[in-house]
């Protein structure tokens, strides 16, 4: 079976990666690869919109029932 684009760079990457690390001792791969932040799926402006929607709405439901008749 022939092999798509994206399989052939992946194969590319990781045939890169591994040959990058042949001869190398674990502490020296440790150091090498740097760790990923952990990055949220959504950014913060969103956030705060949402949490100000579902909040929001929970305090005005509360004014009116409290208030209201």
Known sequence: MAQ???QR???Q???KDTEAR???NVEQLKKKI???QLKSPISPVWLGVL???V???L???ALSRIFGR
């Open 4 to 6: 798509t684009p994206t």
């Open 9 to 11: 760079r992946a194969n």
């Open 13 to 15: 990457k990781f045939a």
């Open 22 to 24: 042949m001869g190398k």
């Open 34 to 36: 740097p760790k990923e």
């Open 51 to 53: 949490g100000f929607i």
């Open 55 to 57: 909040f929001g709405g």
């Open 59 to 61: 305090i005005f439901e």
